[in-house]
């Protein structure tokens, strides 16, 4: 997906122009489409384990080959509560 380089997130270090950049062809969209239901399911399961997802930010992307990603910005708290559910599930 094409970043605005204006963007409040944007930092000149490690600027990588085929992160911002559209490459003719690449379907962004079905990555994009991709990362917006993998973002539902993950804070749906979070919410489903009693994790408090109202601060959670999770925002659908793409790689500059189309692949979809999520990308998440969570207080310590649900990061600490999060980590705690998954050594739970690892360990069953």
Do not use: N
Request: charged content about 25%; overall charge negative; proline content about 5%.
């Amino acid at each position: 997906m094409q970043h605005d380089p204006m963007d409040p997130d944007f930092s000149s270090e490690g600027l990588d122009p085929d992160g911002w950049v559209w490459v003719r062809g690449v379907d962004y969209v079905a990555g994009w489409r991709s990362a917006t239901d993998a973002a539902a399911e993950l804070m749906a399961a979070l919410a489903e384990t009693g994790i408090v997802t109202s601060e959670i930010e999770s925002r659908p992307d793409t790689t500059s080959d189309g692949a979809g990603v999520v990308r998440l910005a969570l207080p310590v708290e649900a990061a600490r509560a999060f980590a705690a559910v998954a050594r739970r599930g690892a360990r069953s």
